[in-house]
């Protein structure tokens, strides 16, 4: 063929091409192509329509109001949940006639407001959304959601999440998901409504039957946000503490397993990779001037260490406790000695070893982390166990129960304090008072009771399914079970971190703020640090979370308090992930000299809780009821983590503040042991204006007072 011949039928080619109706040309947004629209929700929901898959899109129903009265509503079922007819019309809030209406100006990916729905019922209140897709296929689909207060979602009629939240809304503050089947789907959204704002925030997002390299570039395009909201933090966080970023050698990937600060000023961190750097000027004003210099390398996954002295330091790697000496003060470890291999390895990837804890006799205590699935998870000696070692290395079994005990400390006064990961047996993230002798709940370690001190004179076997409140399954109140010691403090999933770190309290004597004395407490998911108050009642801890600091770059794995009353956060996401970006590293917390409004800490009373603040409260600005109480317990069960159960809105009485304005009192009628109280203290301001800069508090009540 001749050039011109070809150049003819090009030409005519073209011609022939624009004369095909549009509809008929290849588009960008081809069936299984991955879209960008500029924002998550919307190239989602394009990319999604490429492949023919729901996307949300369509016509939105609501009905409602519905009465939230003592947010009892949260947990009463209104007629849509058992079943949705939209010609049905229902006795709403207040009696009157509520049906089934089109959703005016609802927009997927944006928090939508709906108080313009019901301009005269703003408060205590209960909407339902609802949608209906069809579906080529079945498969499993995550959806994100937002609100304000609660969230209830159900798919097909099955609920599938469940949150007695009191917050305001935002993007991606829950990730839910449903089950979808080929053909029609049902979508049923349940909002309630105590006071303050009203929003909600529906999204789709990319399912596993897109192709992996699709959900890979919406995630690099548009990063999740999930747990970056979680992590995102307070508004004013940063004017009471300021968080600055520790420079790090080029040669150090600085995945901090233990932190600790010698005698001289300089800080000491080993890491999982089994190296020990030495921070020299870790507090200087000019990042030049801090250096690190390796101290000691070679050991395996070092994911705690005890400082005794400038020149020595004790190591717990997987295998061992070592002791590290520097004998001739050049700054680099020149003697590795054994002191305890006592526990066993089977090689299974989860068996951490965590500590050391050192009591004022010299004695070690080391946690043992215990395997992960597949076959028993304590296949080696003492795992599951917090183990004591001797100054001369002799191991004596302490306490089992033991799951991921990412973390073992002293309080100040010599208590011994634990935190654990949920998972199997661990139903939510918590810390322990440990005792000689306690059973904490992992069923795993007791295979090894018949080799310990206890054999014969604790449980080696406890009945699951259990309440932590101790109603039975007929709703009697028992016992609660003798043989299960119960967490101090339970951190609410989520709400309170995923994977909590180490306990450190505040030695610094009022340098790092107004928490003298208090626990600290990072996570390694959400990157945030939190803060506890204990307090003993019937001689036993229990006591209150709080959120103190977010926004940190990598998951916290450990802390540490600097002479000069500051803060060092050790960071990894040890390839598990976390919020702020970063792999690893290390941050400072540094308390400005302005004092943050909080709440101090909560005290039980025999009718009620004491809240403390740390400046007086404006008695003008209390009210009757300036604190929302809802409650909620746990099973104890085998299954990884599990749901808070039989949340109640619980009723208060009418609040009395003291004369300094420090401490406001609450009562709270039928107070239970056995349960986590969650506290929304949104009411109260200073003389200034201020109001809290964390509004939310978590009280664990075990014991009640007499």
């Not at 829950?174 to 925030?201: H, S």
């Not at 004695?363 to 304590?378: E, P, S």
């Not at 199997?424 to 322990?432: A, D």
Request: aromatic share 12%; hydrophobic share 35%; with cysteine.
């Amino acid at each position: 063929m001749s050039r011109a011949l070809v150049a003819t039928f090009v030409a005519a080619l073209a011609v022939a091409l624009s004369l095909v109706p549009s509809s008929a040309q290849p588009s960008k947004d081809a069936p299984g192509e991955y879209v960008n629209k500029g924002s998550r929700p919307a190239s989602a929901r394009a990319t999604l329509a490429s492949h023919k898959l729901p996307n949300l899109e369509g016509k939105w129903y609501y009905a409602g109001p519905f009465d939230n009265t003592d947010q009892a509503g949260f947990e009463f079922a209104y007629p849509p949940e058992k079943k949705v007819d939209l010609k049905a019309t229902y006795a709403g809030k207040g009696g009157a006639k509520v049906g089934w209406k089109e959703l005016p100006g609802f927009e997927l990916g944006k928090v939508i407001d709906l108080d313009k729905l019901f301009p005269n019922d703003k408060k205590d209140a209960v909407v339902y959304l609802y949608h209906t897709f069809e579906s080529p296929k079945a498969y499993k689909w995550p959806l994100s959601f937002g609100s304000d207060d609660t969230l209830s979602v159900f798919g097909n009629g099955k609920r599938v999440f469940h949150a007695a939240y009191v917050r305001p809304a935002a993007a991606d503050q829950d990730r839910v998901e449903i089950d979808v089947k080929e053909g029609t789907n049902e979508l049923l959204v349940k909002i309630c409504q105590e006071a303050g704002g009203w929003q909600v925030y529906v999204a789709p997002e990319l399912p596993s039957v897109v192709p992996d390299t699709i959900r890979k570039r919406l995630d690099r395009d548009f990063p999740p946000k999930t747990e970056a909201a979680l992590a995102k933090p307070a508004k004013g966080e940063e004017n009471h503490y300021k968080l600055t970023t520790i420079p790090t050698a080029a040669d150090c990937v600085l995945e901090v397993g233990g932190l600790a600060f010698r005698p001289d000023g300089k800080l000491l961190a080993c890491t999982r990779r089994g190296e020990v750097w030495l921070i020299h000027n870790p507090t200087a004003t000019n990042p030049a001037d801090v250096k690190m210099t390796k101290f000691a390398t070679g050991l395996h996954e070092a994911l705690g260490l005890h400082v005794d002295s400038n020149n020595v330091v004790y190591v717990v790697q997987r295998a061992e406790l070592t002791k590290l000496v520097d004998s001739d003060g050049d700054g680099k470890a020149d003697e590795y000695q054994t002191v305890c291999d006592k526990w066993g390895v089977s090689g299974d990837y989860h068996e951490f070893a965590f500590g050391p804890a050192r009591d004022k006799g010299g004695n070690f205590y080391i946690t043992l982390n215990v395997g992960f699935g597949g076959g028993h998870q304590a296949k080696a000696a003492w795992r599951g166990w917090c183990v004591k070692v001797s100054p001369d290395g002799k191991m004596e079994p302490f306490a089992y129960g033991l799951r991921s005990p990412n973390g073992i400390n002293f309080s100040p006064d010599g208590d011994l304090f634990y935190c654990d990961n949920q998972g199997e047996w661990v139903v939510s993230n918590k810390m322990h008072h440990v005792k000689k002798g306690a059973f904490v709940g992992h069923q795993a370690g007791l295979r090894w009771v018949k080799d310990s001190p206890f054999a014969g004179k604790v449980p080696d076997k406890v009945a699951s399914g259990m309440r932590y409140d101790g109603v039975d399954k007929q709703g009697k109140q028992t016992d609660n079970y003798p043989a299960l010691s119960p967490p101090c403090i339970w951190f609410p999933y989520g709400r309170m971190g995923k994977s909590i770190t180490e306990p450190v309290w505040d030695t610094t004597g009022g340098k790092f703020g107004p928490f003298a004395g208090q626990c600290f407490v990072g996570d390694q998911t959400n990157s945030v640090v939190m803060r506890v108050a204990l307090e003993k009642v019937q001689g036993e801890f229990q006591g209150a979370c709080f959120p103190f600091r977010a926004g940190l770059q990598c998951g916290v794995n450990r802390i540490s308090f600097a002479p000069d009353g500051s803060m060092f956060a050790g960071q990894t996401n040890r390839g598990w992930g976390s919020s702020g970006g970063k792999p690893y590293g290390l941050q400072r917390l540094v308390y400005t000299g302005t004092e943050p409004f909080e709440v101090h800490h909560v005290a039980l009373k025999k009718d009620g809780y004491e809240f403390t603040f740390t400046k007086p409260v404006d008695p003008d600005t209390v009210g009757k009821k300036p604190v929302s109480v809802s409650s909620f317990t746990y099973v104890y069960e085998s299954r990884y983590g599990g749901p808070e159960i039989d949340t109640r809105a619980e009723p208060v009485g009418a609040a009395t503040l003291s004369k300094d304005g420090k401490t406001l009192f609450v009562p709270v009628e039928n107070l239970r042991k056995g349960r986590v109280y969650e506290f929304r203290i949104d009411g109260p301001k200073t003389k200034d204006g201020e109001s809290l800069l964390h509004a939310e508090a978590y009280y664990t009540l075990n014991y009640l007072v007499k």
